[in-house]
């Protein structure tokens, strides 16, 4: 089965520490992108990529990081410069080019940090 | 920057009716697309339509349609023959073609919570 996928669902950790989200897909898309979900916010945008070892800020990169060494991975590092993390993450991945240009969302994962 | 707006944080349709959800963009490009995903309670993103600025006609997927109108920059939803399961919170979003690195990037709106009353 194509798709994406994010791991754990739930993540729990105390503050000062980094955390790492993982994503995974295997729908061969070059794009990758990585949202941060508040109640009331809609989502918005972290970070992108759109091919292997190349990456962008996207509004609200302050407080995180990220690398692209795989096409199919698009890990996030949750650091401890970020003042408010907990939140729902989502993954997404598209095409860069041709007309398919909608984005596939992962399940998400939920950071709790206390 | 672009910018997206949904007025109706939350909306309520009894099964069976019809409801439209609204959605507003500002741009100042000429080709973009535009999209509504919906995010059930399993917060699962899905893609429900897409409608591509240069074609005049407005896209359709089985109960779904929208009303594209791009001299007012109005993209709204319309469900027809409400389902329980489409209660859900739904987003519109905005994707720019015009603008260089950067035109890979989703602009959401905050979203409306859909209640489907039995």
């Known amino acids: 089965d194509g798709g994406i996928t994010q791991s754990p669902k739930y993540l729990f950790r105390k503050e000062g520490q980094n955390v790492t989200l993982s994503c995974e897909q295997n729908?061969?898309?070059?794009?990758m992108y990585w949202y941060r979900q508040d109640p009331g916010q809609g989502l918005r945008l972290i970070y992108y990529?759109?091919?292997?070892?190349?990456?962008q800020k996207g509004d609200i990169a302050e407080g995180y990081s990220v690398s692209r060494e795989k096409k199919e991975s698009f890990p996030l590092t949750v650091t401890s410069a970020q003042k408010n993390p907990t939140a729902f993450y989502l993954c997404?991945?598209?095409?860069?080019?041709?007309?398919?240009?909608?984005?596939?969302f992962g399940p998400g994962t939920r950071l709790t940090v206390t | 920057a672009q910018t997206v707006t949904q007025s109706q944080p939350e909306m309520s349709v009894q099964e069976a009716e019809t409801v439209t959800l609204s959605c507003t963009y500002d741009?100042?490009?000429?080709?973009?697309?535009l999209f509504w995903y919906k995010q059930p309670p399993s917060r699962q993103m899905i893609l429900v339509i897409r409608?591509?600025?240069?074609?005049?006609q407005n896209a359709t997927e089985n109960r779904f349609s929208v009303n594209f109108q791009k001299a007012a920059k109005s993209f709204s939803l319309k469900i027809s023959d409400s389902q329980l399961g489409d209660a859900a919170m739904y987003f519109c979003?905005?994707?720019?073609?015009?603008?260089?690195?950067?035109?890979?990037?989703?602009?959401f709106g905050k979203g409306t919570l859909l209640t489907v009353n039995p």
């Open positions: 997404a991945s598209s095409y860069s080019s041709g007309s398919f240009y909608e984005q596939y």
């Open positions: 729908l061969n898309h070059d794009a």
């Open positions: 990529s759109q091919i292997v070892n190349d990456f």
């Open positions: 741009t100042s490009e000429s080709d973009y697309y």
């Open positions: 409608q591509e600025a240069y074609k005049q």
């Open positions: 979003a905005y994707r720019g073609l015009n603008s260089g690195g950067s035109n890979y990037k989703l602009t």
